[in-house]
């Protein structure tokens, strides 16, 4: 057993302990990161993130073939595995692994590979794949360990017929049919990717509407688009039991008295943080009651001197909040000035068609001010829409009832991810409405959409007006 | 390897060899119902009758498939009488699984005068199949991939034995029992699986593990499935009767670090050993 000194421990190498290990480093102390896996970057990278998006872009590219069936000919291959789909998943994961310990190296940043235990107020057990122990010692010690696919027990997930987000992509084939237990993100992005590719999805949940936290326009949208790929939503659907048949499929028997018959079953109801273990209760570091670590606004837990970020803490639990938590919490235990704190969260769904928003949403914005205006523009009629055969989408800009703060905006179609933040910049600065109309937008582009909205938004507010 | 050849046996790889650069060894076809199972993943056609029908049509093949359902391992209460009640009971997927394994088998495992070598072989691709299942249960993988890969990853070596044997009765040139084939076995399988593998359109993952899991760094994809398989080659060759492998020599693999298993799940892993060892007999009972 060796013992070393640091002054900062990160445990986990996800976006949040990346980002808060290079923060300390940057402000010059030496640091330590702890990371389970082979390879630094977390679930993010080699399960999550990552690949499903390498398979929305590879769904992504067989619509625009198909849509130019003409052109090129296209069909899509009957006996397609699934590792074809994804076949640059390996590269993109080396490069992003590569990337990251170059920035570990240039950093000074000393990478342990282990299972860390918080064995002391200032002190992480290192327990390597190697059955050899470390000692690290630290001032500060940062937990990220992230989280991984949460397994009802009631609900025998076998990795063979029965499967969560993390074994559904090494499946050998696409299957003819797949159940999708939830309708969260995960479960939403992958329904609409499956279904997409030709696969007969069934996406049940509890609640009436998927993404139930999102803009109910552009949930109705992502259900008129899932349900023309061939999607099935059952929604207000309480799951009994799931078992496979020992036949062929695998049944979902729904309290409803339904049962739906499928190949194959994706279990995508919610994520447990991974705290076993670190055996956080040996210092008295608290947890909620779903397990999260409990963190006040600066992300110190119980333990003034440990800190917890990312999926760890429970939501939002994205990528982009949690590099922004490790930063702060870095911040506050340097005592460094961390800015303006955040509270605008751009959202990014990376289904089918991608979903994003920033701000609230028309319920919010109506909950919160009563009246409000709102300004839409559909991408897939932009020029830059029409010209690549974009998908039906929509740009939803949110006023207050004077048409000129902006409250929110909400968007569906081809890039929403990227095309949000022109939304939450101008949220950020304060921007009016009328900027969209004011200003120059190159044309043709998606972002034009949004000059779009803000006419229409602007023409509805002065026809209230003018008939008040 | 190369150095450690016998003299007389190097004719003999010379002209394996020149069969593998000509194209001339004489590769298998793939059994129609492995071919079948294999593509019925993903074929809307193929539904349990189809199955069952294609069973059927080869008798011997129908016989082990019923006496495997009704070994003590998956029989139940009552007897298994026919296909369709073995498809019922056990799934497509387990009936499937059996149909691959026998077909396999009798086309494949087979040479004349390596019959004890073949039966080795045998056993030993059956346990990597089932071993590489908990491999991937364990790392959260798809197991079905994984059965497949370990079931052929070794499958170079009885088409090897097949070619020398028809060497030897064209040629009579060597002796049967020569101490040295299994080394070329050794060194010439991974070559031939990938011919073989080429030949039947497998998935591209399991002709990475049978051209790759001796050489797991030359491979630029399926790395994880590699590993698993040749972990679960090494676990299978512990499992065999005689086996000089070790626990303590198997616990030092690399490839457990490699793939990430803790000293506890390496425990867990190797505490599977009866499990896969009753289904591999079972299925070599029947």
Known sequence: MTDYAHDIVVVGSGPGGLKAAIQGAKAGKRVAVVERDRNPGGACVYRGTIPSKTLLEAAQTIIRLKHNAAVFDFNLREDLEVATLIQRLDKVTSSHNHSIRDQLNRNDIDLFHGRAKISGTNQVTVQHVDGGESILHAETIVLATGSRPRTPPDIPVDHENILDSDSLLSMLYLPRSLTVLGSGVIACEYASIFSLLGVKVYLIDRSERPLAFLDEEITDFFLQSFERHGGTFLGGESIQSVQWDGVSEVATTLASGKVIKTEKNLVALGRLANVESLQLDQVGVACGPRGHVLVNEDYQTSVPNIYAVGDLIGPPALASCSMEQGRRAICHALDMDPGHAFNLVPIGIYAVPEIASVGLSEQEAIQKYGKVCVGRARLDETARGLISGSEAGLLKLISDEHGKKILGVQIIGDNATDLIHVGEVALLNGNEVSFFQENILNFPTMSEAYRIAALQLLNQCHRVGALA | ?286
């Open chain 2, 1 to 286: 390897m190369e150095t450690l050849l016998q003299p007389n046996v190097v004719p003999l790889r010379e002209m394996l060899e020149s069969r593998l650069d000509d194209g001339e060894i004489k590769l298998p076809v793939l059994p129609v119902v492995a071919t079948q199972v294999i593509a019925m993943a993903n074929n809307d056609d193929i539904d349990l009758s189809d199955l069952s029908q294609l069973i059927h049509k080869d008798q011997a093949l129908a016989g082990h498939v019923l006496r495997i359902a009704n070994s003590v391992l998956f029989a139940g209460n009552t007897a298994i009488v026919s296909l369709q009640q073995a498809i019922a009971r056990l799934g497509v997927n387990m009936i499937g699984e059996m149909a691959t394994v026998i077909s396999i088998q009798g086309q494949v495992f087979k040479a004349k005068g390596f019959g004890k070598e073949i039966d080795q072989v045998w056993k030993h691709a059956l346990l990597s199949g089932f071993y590489g299942k908990e491999i991937a249960r364990a790392m959260r993988k798809n197991v079905e991939a994984q059965f497949l890969c370990g079931l052929l990853h070794t499958i170079g070596k009885p088409i090897l034995f097949q070619t020398i044997s028809d060497i030897q009765e064209e040629k009579g040139l060597i002796p049967q029992n020569e101490a040295n084939i299994p080394q070329l076995i050794d060194l010439l399988h991974p070559r031939t699986g990938q011919l073989a593998c080429e030949k039947w359109k497998l998935p591209r993952q399991v002709q990475a593990c049978c051209s790759f899991y001796l050489n797991r760094d030359k491979t630029s994809e399926f790395q994880d499935s590699v590993a698993m398989t040749y972990l679960g080659s090494r676990l299978a060759e512990w499992c065999l009767d005689g086996s000089e492998l070790s626990v303590d020599t198997l616990r030092q693999e690399p490839v457990f670090t490699e793939l990430n298993f803790y000293p506890d799940e390496v425990d867990a892993l190797l505490e599977k050993r009866e499990t896969v060892l009753n289904l591999m007999e079972t299925m070599v009972q029947a």
